[in-house]
């Protein structure tokens, strides 16, 4: 049983109630203590957005200058991964050593502030919250996901690959925003004492990173660290990111008709047949659907057999949640996104991937997948999605343990319906 309402877990997700810790798998679940931390809502005022955003699109914050975040998670493709060739396939993204790649596709950061700090419902006997596929940017250490989340790939060598946070600062100092960076977080960065060589620390691509630094710096540097995920989120929290635009909303607001075919899959969506808002909640007595229940699930998804991951490594399996839990019983399961901006592209024949590792490449095989995983026959090898469905068959799961048998698999639709579930989901793009 999941979350029953958007507005059960909002409340548990926006109260303006800071949390710490240090913790990074959050409250674990034989804690009797346990209770359900809330995000903090981010400081959102005009001069952080807009340093947020300056760092978002900031390629120079990476190893070789050539990647920033919104390489992986671009606005005109509703903030997620926007070359159409590497969705195509294995849908991973090379980092900034242009060689190197990591094991999934980027998540959308649109409306990921929304999430609370992970923490362990026992109601409903599921982990919910944080960010990451995987859940590990839990929000324990910065008070939001999104702001955990977002420090992660600087440092992560598949990723912008720096190889220190006192290069994140370093690198924001001898941009063209310090001055902003001391208007919003009162922290001259001109102050800090960086070795002379310090550029070419950062971005050379061999050698040990040697730079030392004053106690003091050094604190001031991990502070001046934390202040950019934090801004960073701020932008990510604004109304440029979370317009809440979409058809839907107009349609919500009474300001626009669906069609039939629309009207029909939002029938479908919220009701008994096709199960979809049981995790993607929809609630129209909310002003602010986020087609999430914040939780993780194993769908039963196939390996991708031309992702990066498994090219490289064959025995290569991706547990998801239990990974960064190491709990058995969570293998597999991996967080619920937000169905909004899940059809946002520019072009409707540029290829969109779906799903932790990009297997699907359109909306219809994910809706055929859930309509029909448990009856068509399993396919004989590692086949893609375009392949499963000309055969008529399923690839077995990546991790078969902990599989979603109750709201998906056998759901008896018709092709009709199926179809008219993909229109109605192409009504959540923010416009």
């Not at 926007?82 to 050593?97: E, K, T």
């Not at 999104?146 to 006192?166: I, T, Y």
Request: charge should be negative; aromatic fraction near 10%; charged fraction near 25%.
């Amino acid at each position: 049983m999941r979350l029953t309402s958007l507005a059960s877990a909002l409340a548990i997700g926006l109260l303006a109630i800071p949390m710490t810790g240090c913790d990074e798998n959050a409250l674990e679940p034989n804690s009797d203590s346990a209770v359900r931390p809330t995000a903090s809502i981010l400081t959102a005022d005009a001069p952080n957005v807009e340093l947020g955003r300056e760092l978002y699109f900031d390629k120079s914050l990476s190893r070789n200058g050539n990647q920033s975040c919104a390489s992986c998670h671009d606005p005109k493709w509703g903030f997620t991964g926007p070359n159409p060739a590497v969705n195509d396939r294995g849908a991973v993204y090379a980092g900034s050593f242009r060689q190197r790649f990591g094991n999934r596709k980027p998540p959308s950061a649109a409306y990921a502030t929304f999430a609370p700090i992970r923490y362990y419902d026992y109601d409903e006997g599921l982990w919910i919250g944080g960010n990451f596929w995987d859940g590990r940017a839990t929000g324990e250490k910065l008070g939001n996901p999104a702001a955990d989340q977002a420090l992660g790939p600087f440092l992560n060598p598949v990723e912008q690959a720096l190889p220190d946070r006192s290069c994140v600062v370093y690198l924001v100092r001898v941009g063209n925003y310090s001055d902003l960076f001391h208007a919003v977080w009162g922290m001259d960065l001109t102050d800090l004492e960086f070795p002379k060589d310090m550029k070419q620390q950062c971005r050379r691509s061999t050698g040990d990173f040697d730079a030392e630094f004053s106690p003091e710096d050094e604190a001031a540097i991990d502070a001046a660290y934390d202040q950019v995920g934090l801004s960073i989120a701020a932008f990510e929290a604004s109304a440029e990111v979370n317009p809440f635009s979409s058809k839907y909303d107009a349609w919500k607001a009474g300001m626009e008709e669906f069609t039939d075919q629309e009207e029909l899959g939002f029938e479908l969506f919220i009701g008994e047949k096709a199960l979809c808002s049981a995790c993607h909640i929809a609630d129209l007595a909310d002003s602010q659907d986020l087609f999430t229940d914040f939780s993780f699930d194993n769908l039963g998804v196939p390996k991708n057999p031309e992702s990066p991951a498994y090219k490289s490594d064959p025995t290569f399996v991706d547990l998801g949640l239990g990974g960064s839990l190491f709990d058995l019983g969570e293998n597999g399961k991996q967080k619920v996104p937000t169905l909004r901006n899940v059809g946002k592209r520019p072009g409707t024949q540029a290829t969109k991937a779906y799903m932790h590792n990009g297997y699907f490449k359109t909306l219809e095989q994910v809706v055929n997948f859930y309509n029909t995983r448990d009856v068509k026959d399993v396919c004989p090898g590692p086949y893609t999605a375009d392949e499963a469905m000309a055969a008529d068959c399923w690839p077995a799961p990546e991790v078969a343990a902990n599989v979603n048998s109750d709201e998906l698999g056998d759901l008896g639709l018709t092709a009709e319906e199926e179809a008219a579930i993909v229109a109605f989901m192409l009504t959540l793009s923010d416009r």
